[in-house]
């Protein structure tokens, strides 16, 4: 059974949801043995994750609430877990040592569908604490380049106008705009508030979703 931590953001949390079941059922004609764990964070957290100035206290804090999400899904009995936040995946991790459970790394799930595709210069899109703390540093080690927005400040405010659900069509020229992709071979979706962006934006310039790579790798373990 897959546990999914969600909440972290609630949109990102249902987009998950949603393309999982369609693709699970899309192979097998059955839904997926799942539970999802949603995790709500204080308003306060939220802000400090996208602009990047989380303290060590409110990381502490984030520690905490995950451990609280890994208790439940493991006393439920899952064998896997899962989270749609790339941003925690840096705290989740050393957090399963010792658990019967296995994590479907979203990060590395992405970085491996990039290096399929043969991209090797990709802006990252993202909150602020995963741009600060380089959460796909690893890429390197796969020939990845991993640039920086243009316009950090404004990725941010897409961030939250898409988790309020007040984007429109404009905000892909204006994720290009604040990505600065130019020189780029494509945009990295390294929020997954971000997904819904994923199809226009795709029409304009290459796209790793990391919600999608997340997806397919969940449908593999639980079709396998």
């Known amino acids: 059974m897959l546990g999914v931590i969600g909440g972290v953001g609630p949109v990102a949390t249902i987009e998950f949801y949603r393309l999982l079941v369609a693709e699970v059922q899309a192979r097998t004609g059955a839904w997926p043995d799942l539970l999802i764990h949603s995790q709500p964070l204080p308003a306060r957290l939220v802000g400090a994750v996208l602009d990047g100035t989380l303290t060590a206290a409110e990381t502490t804090e984030i520690d905490a609430l995950l451990t609280t999400a890994l208790d439940t899904l493991e006393r439920a009995g899952c064998d896997l877990v899962a989270m749609p936040c790339n941003t925690f995946h840096r705290q989740l991790r050393p957090l399963l040592a010792g658990r019967h459970l296995k994590l479907v790394d979203m990060v590395s799930e992405t970085i491996d569908a990039a290096a399929a595709r043969g991209l090797r210069r990709l802006v990252l899109l993202a909150t602020g604490t995963s741009v600060d703390h380089e959460a796909y540093a690893a890429a390197r080690l796969r020939g990845i380049e ?55 934006l795709s029409r304009v310039a290459p796209v790793v979703d990391s919600l999608s790579c997340l997806v397919s790798a969940c449908a593999d373990a639980l079709t396998a």
């Open 146 to 200: 991993i640039l920086r927005p243009a316009d950090q400040s404004h990725v941010v405010s897409l961030v939250t106008r898409c988790v309020g659900g007040a984007f429109d069509a404009a905000a892909v020229h204006e994720a290009l705009a604040a990505g600065n992709v130019a020189g780029a071979d494509g945009v990295l979706l390294g929020c997954t508030d971000l997904t819904v962006l994923r199809d226009d």
